[in-house]
């Protein structure tokens, strides 16, 4: 099955996947609320405002894989995203991206190769995957800040002109 074909629910329980983006650049992220990294969601925000009228979005997948640092159900994830973040890129139904029972979209991503070469398991919360409307795909560690110079520049260029 091709990575956009691969179904995922948001967090409203609707069957959705990156075919609905197909044009677009996107960005996919496993977040948490309760992590020293949550603050990368105003910087996510503001690459979605930055980015979202040329064709950009970001995927938030909350996950609580790493020391329970989502335990919130849907409801208080998405007041949590908006009260504290004012986040209005989509967000996802609560997932695994590690282990036996990941979700498939994470199976695909994970063989993806970061800066250093390496692929595997997803290391923490806010690890980013930019996948261009050419399905090829970038992966940034959870201390790359969204707005990092190396993130900016496969955006820009992954956007249409």
């Not at 996947?17 to 603050?39: F, R």
Request: glycine share 6%; with cysteine; charged share 30%.
């Amino acid at each position: 099955m091709r990575l956009r074909d691969i179904p995922f629910l948001t967090i409203d329980g609707a069957t959705t996947s990156l075919a609905e983006y197909a044009d677009e650049v996107v960005m996919v992220v496993n977040v948490a609320s309760k992590c020293g990294l949550t603050p990368q969601y105003e910087t996510l925000e503001e690459l979605q405002e930055r980015y979202k009228d040329r064709g950009f979005t970001v995927l938030g997948f909350p996950c609580n894989q790493f020391l329970g640092q989502e335990p919130g159900t849907a409801d208080e994830i998405k007041e949590f995203c908006s009260m504290t973040y004012g986040v209005s890129f989509p967000l996802m139904d609560k997932i695994k991206v590690n282990g036996r029972q990941r979700h498939p979209l994470y199976d695909e991503l994970r063989k993806t190769r970061d800066a250093e070469g390496k692929k595997g398991r997803v290391k923490w919360n806010f690890e980013k995957f930019v996948i261009a409307p050419d399905d090829s795909i970038s992966r940034f560690r959870p201390s790359v800040l969204p707005d990092d110079p190396a993130v900016i520049s496969v955006i820009e260029a992954a956007l249409p002109r």
